[in-house]
């Protein structure tokens, strides 16, 4: 498991971190993100994936080995440590009878913000989706747009790197899609880097430039998504969508080397294939000879899923 | 500030100062009138009874009230935990949350020794030795920092206000009760134990040194008045031992909450 941020140096670190809790420990963990990175920190329900966090944001002192953000630790140089740090949490804790302008104007109070505090307010109000509710008391908002103004006290100021714990949650497909945006806005060009831990696994995999899977307070894999894949999955899942499929050409694609099983779900065909090796032009050579019409041929959707689902099977979580 | 100001329980302390220092100042003047109850040269003194009577009690379960809440009502809130993710020095966000509630307390006690004063104005008329009222609401605020502290230092070590509010009241009664209880068997029995003891009791210097500062600077008719709120006997026998005492208490409660909050990881939101 490589710990190198591919980024360049790294701006969060972990190093044989422990967090003991008594009942429960939480590592050794190491770590690196690098500058630019998107990372999806996976696991299931108390892996250590909120401790981690938690450390990172000097809420949490690790019991042994260290961890730096930016370079500092942030227990002890807390402030150097989380300047340009942002988070948004899982279950957002925001006063009820403020607005978002003023909650937002207390965020950046408190950042030191010197520049045209209304003017920022507004981009970032803007930037969520949440403007027209500028001056709705948060109590009156739905628990989507209260998750959208948790993310929007995380995007003020400036940031340069972003701690999303569940930052979709609530959220509906439109507004998933527009997050997923801004994030990739956000870290384009290695700018800013993200930090986001989820249970979605499509937008992780959508998003995410790289992915930690986290079990029982270890990390069990690191690399980008199709690493991951590769590492924990030994098969493979193509999918075709066609018109006109033969079952002679079906029987032709199980002839392909390394094809362990073709099924057809909801007409879309899925070929099992035994390892990674890329099938898609040997498939796609063999339907379009077949005359039949081929309209997507890849690489299944949900592969991080499956490799994730495996990953936590190989060490003893059944889910 | 904000937060705290709009809290109910903040208004409802408002509301309950405001019948404190009203209701009382009415009945007696309707009570007094040719009762003989207390003397007409006590009348322009009468604002004492307003000031001093609500030291004991009120004042100091107010000073719990705010302070308790102070930390723990963040943590279960889990807005401690949001603040203290952002780049703020955790020394700026103790000493800001300690000194926002004093500042919260300090605002109740100018309301309580102003409308003390109105309202004697209003029904005894004109008013005497005023001008010792500054002087005395910064003892009465330095006397209140006992059970403020104490309070203050509960509510970070067991981050439940609920919890800090018992534990707080209970030390805050037990201390009155036990001082009562001492000095009485004190009175009967003369052995000086039950005397030391209860100078030492957190309630006896927070109650002893506003009657230590003013009774000077008053004329003996006060005397009349204090008595009759009970406020005439100071346990803790001089101004430095009052002084001494309390700021032990203040600064070990202070050292132990913020030894606690340095150390200490930051609670998840509760409840």
């Known amino acids: 498991m490589s710990n190198a941020g591919p980024h360049g140096p790294p701006v969060l670190q972990f190093q044989n971190t422990v967090k003991d809790y008594g009942s429960k420990r939480i590592g050794p963990v190491d770590l690196s993100i690098g500058k630019g990175e998107i990372m999806g920190f996976l696991g299931p329900n108390g892996s250590g994936k909120t401790t981690c966090i938690r450390l990172m944001l000097g809420l949490v002192r690790p019991s042994s080995g260290n961890v730096r953000v930016n370079g500092y630790d942030p227990i002890s140089k807390h402030v150097e440590a989380l300047d340009h740090v942002a988070y948004s949490p899982e279950l957002p804790n925001i006063q009820t009878f403020l607005t978002p302008t003023e909650l937002l104007s207390l965020v950046l ?3 030191g913000f010197q520049a045209d505090k209304d003017a920022e307010i507004k981009r970032v109000l803007e930037l969520v989706g949440l403007i027209e509710y500028r001056d709705t008391k948060v109590g009156k908002l739905s628990k989507g747009m209260v998750q959208r103004l948790s993310v929007a006290q995380a995007l003020i100021g400036d940031p340069e790197l972003l701690i999303l714990d569940e930052p979709m949650l609530g959220l509906d497909p439109a507004g998933s899609a527009h997050f997923r945006e801004v994030f990739r806005e956000f870290a384009v060009g290695g700018k800013g880097t993200v930090f986001m831990s989820s249970h979605m696994m499509n937008e992780v995999e959508s998003l995410c430039t790289s992915v930690s899977i986290i079990h029982s307070g270890r990390i069990l894999f690191r690399g980008s998504s199709s690493e991951v894949v590769r590492k924990v999955l030994d098969y493979s899942v193509v999918t075709v969508e066609a ?18 099983e073709v099924r057809i779900n909801n007409q879309i065909v899925e070929i099992i294939v035994r390892g990674h090796d890329d099938i898609r032009p040997a498939v796609s050579d063999l339907i379009v ?8 041929i890849k690489t299944a959707d949900n592969m991080l899923e499956r490799a994730y689902i495996e990953a936590l099977k190989k060490n003893g979580v059944d889910r | 500030m904000q937060r705290a100001i709009a809290k109910r329980k903040i208004l409802a302390l408002l509301a309950f100062t405001i019948l404190l220092d009203t209701f009382p100042y009415y ?4 009570a007094t009138n040719g009762t003989g109850l207390i003397p007409l040269a006590a009348y322009p003194y009468i604002w004492v009874a307003g000031v001093f009577g609500l030291q004991p009690l009120f004042l100091n379960f107010t000073a719990i009230l705010i302070a308790a809440g102070a930390m723990s009502e963040e943590y279960e809130q889990g807005t401690a935990e949001l603040l203290l993710s952002k780049p703020v020095r955790r020394n700026d966000y103790f000493a800001g949350k300690f000194l926002g509630g004093f500042i919260l307390f300090l605002i109740i ?5 102003l409308l003390s004063v109105g309202s004697a104005l209003a029904f005894f008329g004109p008013q005497a030795s005023l001008e010792i009222l500054p002087g005395l609401f910064i003892v009465q605020a330095f006397s209140s920092l006992i059970f403020y502290s104490l309070a203050f230092m509960l509510g970070e070590l067991v981050r439940r206000s609920s919890l800090a509010y018992i534990f707080s009241s209970a030390i805050f009664f037990a201390s009155f009760i036990i001082s009562g209880y001492l000095g009485f068997i004190y009175t009967l029995t003369g052995k000086e134990f039950y005397r030391t003891v209860q100078i030492y009791l957190p309630t006896s210097p ?25 406020e005439d006997n100071t346990i803790v026998p001089t101004i430095a031992l009052s002084v ?20 200490a990881d930051i609670s998840r939101r509760m409840g």
Do not use: C, D, M
């Not at chain 1, 000879?289 to 997507?296: E, P």
């Not at chain 2, 009945?27 to 309707?30: G, H, K, N, Q, R």
């Not at chain 2, 208490?249 to 909450?257: C, H, N």
């Open chain 1, 109 to 111: 109070h408190e950042l």
């Open chain 1, 243 to 260: 018109q006109g499929l033969q079952q002679e050409t079906l029987n032709s694609i199980k002839e392909i080397s390394n094809v362990s």
């Open chain 1, 289 to 296: 000879k077949s005359g039949a019409k081929l309209y997507t």
């Open chain 2, 27 to 30: 009945a007696l003047s309707t």
């Open chain 2, 109 to 113: 006690l100018a309301f309580n020794i």
């Open chain 2, 206 to 230: 927070a109650n002893s040194l506003p009657v230590q500062y003013a009774s000077p600077l008053l004329p003996q008719t006060v005397g009349i008045v204090l008595r009759f709120v009970g």
């Open chain 2, 244 to 263: 001494a005492i309390l700021l032990a208490y203040t600064l070990v409660a202070i050292g132990v909450a913020a030894g606690y909050f340095w150390y």
